[in-house]
């Protein structure tokens, strides 16, 4: 398949997630009296607000948490739910973009690294879908393994998203009327999100060569006890 340089940022659209449902990832870490929170979770930006107090007070009584913690947890998915929707309505750029997507995960025993393509412009795309058929086809087990890695995705694609957004309007600001303005903004799951023309070249294909098949091969570790226990001190410590 060539690549036609003239498709990219030809055509903006109104700011979503780049995939079939629009959903929010939401990244919690809370510590509050000796006690600390995490958790990560998508979350439908079209939902009443109130159900966001009502989930908070769900999840202190569940985890039996410390009062306290019903205001920051409502907090803090209302400030990231108040993020996502400062983008809605505003343009962000659509055409041929494919960008590489980084898994570099731990869930509980089980390690994941894998790097892969993603096409930005496909918002039929199913994040969760992938996760599952990665997690069957690599014989994972754990069931909270395909949720993280469908989280890690979504996470950068949003990151992307909202550089599609600064790229339009800086396009739109642009007096030389200049089709965009090249960016690779580097999400928080580490990933760089760059035009297909500068990976592959304007000549070039997206199959992948034979050299290139190690760099892309998933990884699947299970970790021992002993290597979870320090993997947990070492983040505890780099919290702190």
């Given at each position: 398949?060539?690549?036609?340089?003239?498709?990219?940022?030809?055509?903006?659209?109104?700011?979503?997630?780049?995939?079939?449902?629009?959903?929010?990832?939401?990244?919690?870490?809370?510590?509050?009296?000796?006690?600390?929170?995490?958790?990560?979770?998508?979350?439908?930006?079209?939902?009443p607000?109130?159900?966001?107090?009502?989930?908070?007070?769900?999840?202190?009584?569940?985890?039996?948490?410390?009062?306290?913690?019903?205001?920051?947890?409502?907090?803090?998915?209302?400030?990231?739910?108040?993020?996502?929707?400062?983008?809605?309505?505003?343009?962000?750029?659509?055409?041929?973009?494919i960008?590489?997507?980084?898994?570099?995960?731990?869930?509980?025993?089980?390690?994941?690294?894998?790097?892969?393509l993603?096409?930005?412009?496909?918002?039929?795309?199913?994040?969760?879908?992938?996760?599952?058929?990665?997690?069957?086809?690599m014989?994972?087990?754990?069931?909270?393994v395909?949720?993280?890695?469908?989280f890690?995705?979504?996470e950068?694609?949003?990151?992307?998203?909202?550089?599609?957004?600064?790229?339009?309007?800086?396009?739109?600001?642009?007096k030389?009327?200049?089709?965009?303005?090249?960016?690779?903004?580097?999400?928080?799951?580490?990933?760089?999100a760059v035009?297909?023309v500068?990976?592959?070249?304007?000549?070039?294909?997206?199959?992948?060569?034979?050299?290139?098949?190690?760099?892309?091969?998933?990884?699947?570790?299970?970790?021992?006890?002993?290597?979870?226990?320090?993997?947990?001190?070492?983040?505890?410590?780099?919290?702190?």
């Open positions: 398949m060539k690549t036609p340089v003239s498709g990219f940022y030809r055509n903006p659209v109104k700011f979503r997630m780049p995939t079939a449902e629009n959903l929010v990832p939401i990244r919690l870490d809370i510590e509050i009296e000796g006690q600390r929170y995490k958790d990560a979770f998508t979350w439908n930006p079209s939902d607000d109130s159900e966001i107090v009502v989930f908070a007070k769900r999840t202190v009584k569940d985890l039996k948490l410390p009062p306290a913690f019903v205001t920051q947890i409502a907090q803090s998915i209302q400030s990231q739910l108040a993020e996502f929707r400062s983008y809605e309505g505003q343009d962000m750029y659509a055409g041929e973009k960008v590489p997507i980084k898994l570099d995960l731990r869930v509980n025993h089980t390690l994941v690294k894998d790097h892969f993603w096409d930005l412009n496909n918002f039929e795309s199913d994040p969760e879908e992938f996760a599952r058929i990665f997690c069957k086809d014989g994972i087990e754990d069931p909270e395909g949720p993280a890695i469908a890690a995705i979504r950068q694609l949003y990151e992307i998203a909202i550089q599609s957004v600064v790229s339009a309007r800086e396009s739109r600001m642009s030389k009327g200049r089709r965009g303005t090249e960016y690779t903004p580097v999400s928080k799951g580490g990933a760089v035009d297909l500068k990976l592959f070249g304007p000549k070039s294909t997206v199959v992948r060569k034979r050299k290139e098949w190690d760099v892309y091969e998933p990884i699947v570790d299970l970790l021992s006890n002993e290597e979870v226990d320090a993997l947990e001190a070492k983040e505890e410590r780099n919290f702190r």
